[in-house]
Structure formats: C-alpha cells, structure tokens
C-alpha cells in the first residue's frame, strides 16, 4: 500500500519505451500526481477494443483495482501512439481502439476514477501525448 502523501495514477498503455516518458509527465501534469502505476502489453488498446477473453479482463480489472483501491489513483490514463508495432493500424483506427478501451474500462471500474484516453505522436525526434 502506499504511505500518506504518495500520489498516484494508472496508465494502461503500449509497452513501447518511447511513450512511456510522454505519458507519465502528461498524467503527472492532468492528475497532479507523482507516481505512475503502468499496465502495459503490445498494442493493449487494439486488444481490448476487438474484444480481450475473460482471463486478460480478469486480470486487468485486478491490477487496476489494485491501483485504485490501494494506491488511491487519481485516474487512469488509456494510451495509444503512432508506429505501434502491437497494433499496426492506421492513426484513425488507432484513436477509436483507444476511445473504445476508454469505455471499456470505465465500465470496468464503474466510473471509480477518470479515465482519459490519450494518443502520442511523433514530434521531430521526441514524442509528445495528446488527450483525444
């Protein structure tokens, strides 16, 4: 569990490297908190929109229970980016996996926190993530 005065807030995303500063300074900013506790698997967002079976659900709702009920997360962040090698779809088609995931999991969590879909995009040689 965390101590008092720890802030958190979950990020379900890509596993790719690249993102992974991009987002937690944008969930660090949007949630005010410190801390980003990361669900990750390739292309998560396109698993979960063309509908994931029960073990992966199962255990997503576990660690994300686990983030909000023993962390205390401010919110969830559902992330998707450009180039995804897990999920090699266009940039549109990527944007509603991730406005697809967005929903599924505040069913999941019966709106328990915010969730925020967010799309991360090539910007020169950085990356930078966008709320959509």
Do not use: Y
């Not at 979960?48 to 969830?76: C, M, T, W, Y």
């Not at 967010?118 to 990356?127: K, P, Q």
């Amino acid at each position: 569990m965390s101590q008092a005065g720890e802030t958190f807030f979950t990020v379900v995303g890509c596993m790719d490297g690249r993102v992974q500063e991009p987002v937690t300074a944008f969930g660090r900013e949007k949630f005010g908190a410190k801390f980003a506790d990361t669900i990750t698997e390739a292309g998560i967002v396109g698993l979960i929109a063309r509908g994931p079976d029960q073990n992966f659900v199962e255990n997503l709702e576990f660690k994300l229970l686990v983030s909000i009920e023993k962390h205390h997360s401010k919110g969830i962040l559902v992330d998707g980016h450009q180039e995804c090698a897990g999920n090699p779809v266009d940039d549109e088609r990527h944007k509603e996996d991730v406005r697809k995931s967005v929903e599924f999991i505040r069913e999941l969590i019966e709106d328990k926190v915010p969730v925020t879909g967010v799309f991360v995009v090539r910007d020169g040689d950085s990356w930078k993530a966008e709320e959509i």
